[in-house]
């Protein structure tokens, strides 16, 4: 069982940056792949990047490549999704997930955060 809580998002304007966290707990972070994924109002829940067990490997959307960086701090048992030069586009409910593998190749994310907000005003 992994257990994930969120921290970080709100409201920035265009532009702008945000960093948004999650910590895990429960079985070893070390032995799973993690990603970050986003919920736009009114549209289906997207990709947006996500992160091997190691960190040596991450993958982001087309729609987010050279803005977010994602990153995991293992000894720390927490996930990041560092967000720059958003853009009204952007704003959605973020949530991170736990992968049910160590890679995030054809994998299912079975452990989900609660989510939180991030609004990009223009």
């Known amino acids: 069982q992994v257990q994930l809580v969120q921290s970080g998002g709100g409201l920035v304007q265009a532009g702008g940056s945000l960093r948004l966290s999650c910590a895990a707990s429960?079985?070893?972070?070390?032995?799973?792949?993690m990603g970050w994924f986003r919920q736009a109002p009114g549209k289906e829940r997207e990709f947006a990047a996500a992160?091997?067990?190691?960190?040596?490997?991450?993958t982001y959307a087309d729609s987010v490549k050279g803005r977010f960086t994602i990153s995991r701090d293992n000894a720390k048992n927490t996930l990041y999704l560092q967000m720059n030069s958003l853009k009204p586009e952007d704003t959605a409910v973020y949530y991170c997930?736990?992968?049910?593998?160590?890679?995030?190749?054809?994998?299912?994310?079975?452990?989900w955060g609660q989510g939180t907000q991030v609004t990009v005003s223009s």
């Open positions: 997930a736990a992968a049910r593998n160590p890679y995030y190749d054809n994998t299912e994310y079975g452990y």
């Open positions: 429960g079985r070893a972070m070390s032995t799973y792949a």
């Open positions: 992160i091997s067990w190691s960190g040596g490997k991450t």
